[in-house]
């Protein structure tokens, strides 16, 4: 994480040294950067990191809750399934009285 972390510096370093270069060069203004600059950053990027390792876990179980529910609904639908199923039969049955009933009550 270390060597990951300096190369993330010396990027930022060199695009800070780029954009104000770029910025003395149409504005004829100096900006500077100092080590206070850079422990600024050093600071935010600790703070930041700090809140995602809050986050990143609230989010990971919400999503692992998810998973659950979704696991236990499709099991739920399963089983309705093979009910309906196993119903069928009962239902076409019921039907073919209805349909006679309805037959005998129009005479």
Not at 9 to 28: C, G, N, P, T
Request: no cysteine; aromatic share 6%.
């Amino acid at each position: 994480m270390l060597d990951t972390l300096s190369k993330a510096s010396m990027h930022i370093h060199q695009s800070v040294k780029d954009a104000s270069e770029d910025f003395y060069a149409e504005l004829r203004r100096r900006n500077y950067t100092t080590p206070t600059s850079y422990l600024d950053l050093i600071k935010t990027y600790v703070e930041l990191l700090g809140k995602q390792r809050v986050i990143v876990p609230a989010k990971m179980t919400r999503y692992q809750n998810g998973i659950t529910r979704l696991a236990e609904t499709n099991i739920m639908v399963d089983e309705l399934k093979k009910k309906l199923i196993d119903l069928m039969p009962v239902i076409e049955t019921k039907s073919k009285d209805t349909q006679e009933m309805v037959v005998d009550l129009e005479k």
